[in-house]
């Protein structure tokens, strides 16, 4: 796979930035689910970042629009089709299952691109990364178990696993899990096109192709779009230009430059910024297992940055 050997900035700070923009989504998400329901955050969401994104694209870069066809097009509804899912999946796993089931599932994501690279793209793990995907991996386990489980001098105990594949919280780590495969299909099918055409054609395409996909099923199914007040609307608006148009567009821009198995990687430090704006905002306190498993992760990180690398 083709790099750009000389990014025009590092594509590790850009990484950071979109880290730390799209770990605002938790905190919005419980904001907004106070009144909408989920598929409609999903495609409210994107909705509004393709109208954002609908000037740039239709005039600024209406000749490189013309210019994606064929094969290309084809992966961009996909990387579309895999959004879609992957927002499906993950927002609505939070109805059925706790947070603690959801997270660790979802945390699975950089496994299922470690997996799936060589294949798909060819892209050989570097020995660092290996290291630094399953230092990070158990970080985000601990996260996640952080709020069913109970450190102490005596150990750790957890409670609630019993229910783990009982009745609707079975059905919520199944989305979960889904969740985790598809954003997995998404970073894969977008490290394989985005770098052919300018972010803003691409992300246009894809953000179009997954709100189209969600607002069919959100009308299919009569859910309400409309009614909420002016505080959810700004939670939605919010989802949109933070987590969407800065976060996931920073993951795009990045794929170019890197390896995707990397890049699925540093994703894993979302949890560390939802844990804190949790705490600032929901007044939700980091647990010690939480502060501990943010510590893991950010050092499976640096394990994996070390990995030499012209664009990194």
Same mark, same amino acid.
Not at 134 to 141: C, E, K, N, Q, R
Not at 205 to 219: D, F
Not at 253 to 276: H, M
């Given at each position: 796979?083709?790099?750009?050997?000389?990014?025009?900035?590092?594509?590790?700070?850009?990484?950071?930035?979109?880290?730390?923009?799209?770990?605002?989504?938790?905190?919005?998400?419980? !904001?907004?689910?106070?009144?909408?329901?989920?598929?409609?955050?999903?495609?409210?969401?994107?909705?509004?970042?393709?109208?954002?994104?609908?000037p740039l *694209?239709? !005039?600024?870069?209406?000749k490189?629009m013309?210019?994606?066809?064929?094969?290309?097009?084809?992966?961009?509804?996909?990387?579309?089709? !895999?959004?879609?899912?992957?927002f499906?999946g993950?927002?609505?796993?939070?109805?059925?299952?706790?947070?603690?089931? /959801?997270?660790?599932?979802?945390?699975?994501?950089?496994?299922?691109?470690? &997996?799936?690279?060589?294949?798909?793209?060819?892209? @050989?793990?570097?020995q660092p990364?290996?290291?630094?995907?399953?230092?990070?991996?158990?970080?985000?386990?601990l996260?996640?178990?952080?709020?069913?489980c109970?450190?102490?001098?005596? $150990?750790?105990?957890?409670?609630g696993?019993?229910a783990f594949?009982?009745?609707?919280? !079975?059905? $919520? %780590?199944?989305?979960?899990?889904?969740?985790?495969?598809?954003? *997995?299909?998404?970073?894969?099918?977008?490290?394989?096109?985005? $770098?052919?055409?300018?972010?803003v054609?691409?992300?246009f395409?894809?953000?179009? /192709?997954?709100?189209?996909?969600?607002?069919?099923?959100?009308?299919f199914?009569?859910l309400?779009?409309?009614?909420?007040?002016?505080? @959810?609307?700004?939670?939605?608006?919010?989802?949109?230009?933070?987590?969407? #148009?800065?976060?996931?567009s920073? +993951? %795009?821009?990045?794929?170019? +430059? &890197?390896?995707?198995?990397?890049?699925?990687?540093?994703?894993?430090?979302?949890?560390?910024? /939802?844990? @804190?704006l949790?705490? #600032?905002f929901?007044?939700?306190?980091p647990?010690?297992?939480?502060?501990?498993?943010?510590?893991?992760? #950010?050092?499976?990180? +640096?394990?994996?940055s070390?990995?030499?690398?012209? /664009?990194?």
């Open positions: 796979m083709h790099q750009n050997p000389k990014p025009p900035v590092p594509p590790l700070l850009i990484l950071v930035i979109g880290m730390i923009a799209a770990s605002t989504a938790g905190v919005l998400i419980r !904001f907004a689910q106070r009144e909408a329901d989920s598929l409609v955050i999903s495609a409210v969401r994107l909705m509004i970042a393709v109208l954002v994104l609908s *694209a239709l !005039f600024r870069y209406r490189e013309g210019r994606l066809r064929g094969e290309d097009l084809k992966l961009s509804f996909l990387a579309g089709i !895999f959004l879609a899912l992957h499906a993950w927002i609505s796993s939070l109805q059925f299952t706790s947070v603690a089931s /959801s997270v660790v599932l979802v945390a699975s994501t950089p496994l299922w691109v470690a &997996l799936a690279a060589p294949i798909i793209l060819r892209e @050989t793990l570097p990364v290996k290291i630094g995907m399953i230092v990070a991996l158990f970080g985000g386990v996260v996640g178990l952080s709020t069913a109970q450190l102490s001098f005596s $150990g750790v105990s957890c409670e696993f019993a594949f009982q009745g609707n919280a !079975f059905l $919520g %780590n199944v989305l979960a899990l889904g969740g985790a495969i598809t954003g *997995a299909g998404y970073l894969l099918v977008g490290r394989k096109i985005s $770098g052919k055409y300018p972010l054609v691409y992300i395409y894809v953000y179009g /192709s997954a709100a189209a996909i969600l607002l069919a099923v959100v009308l199914l009569g309400p779009l409309t009614g909420f007040t002016i505080e @959810t609307y700004g939670f939605l608006v919010a989802l949109a230009l933070i987590p969407q #148009l800065l976060g996931h920073s +993951y %795009n821009w990045a794929l170019k +430059y &890197l390896p995707v198995a990397y890049v699925s990687v540093v994703l894993l430090a979302e949890p560390i910024g /939802s844990t @804190t949790a705490y #600032l929901l007044n939700e306190p647990t010690i297992l939480e502060i501990i498993g943010g510590g893991v992760i #950010l050092s499976g990180i +640096y394990i994996a070390r990995s030499p690398s012209p /664009s990194s």
